[in-house]
Nanobody, 122 residues
């Protein structure tokens, strides 16, 4: 049974930082592209960042470029999202996802975590 479990969410002040983790089990982690998405209340789930199997190819949404960093450790079956210079508009539930292709569209991801809430106060 595949499980993706996010952690590290919480409350932060604008300008602050949080580091999200996603621990994977039940799959060969190194064979999957990994992505982070977020969903704010009343909005659609949107792409945030993705990382290739090897960790060498990274891609970010324009809204987080320069502030967020995605990384992974295949030996630990874990992907992280380091979020710096947080803004109130970053408030959302953040999800990690695993897929077969490098993609920014959520439909191309096969497995999803349950999400972790990030709230940024002004």
């Amino acid at each position: 049974q595949v499980q993706l479990v996010e952690s590290g969410g919480g409350l932060a002040q604008a300008g602050g930082s949080l580091r999200l983790s996603c621990a994977a089990s039940g799959l060969t982690f190194s064979m999957y592209e990994m992505g982070w998405f977020r969903q704010a209340p009343g909005k659609e789930r949107e792409f945030v960042a993705r990382i290739s199997r090897s960790g060498l190819s990274l891609f970010y949404a324009d809204s987080v470029k320069g502030r967020f960093t995605i990384s992974r450790d295949n030996a630990k079956n874990t992907v992280w999202l380091q979020m710096n210079s947080l803004k109130p508009e970053d408030t959302a539930v953040y999800y990690c996802a695993a897929g077969d292709f490098l993609a920014t569209q959520r439909l191309q991801y096969v497995y999803w975590g349950q999400g972790t809430q990030v709230t940024v106060s002004s």
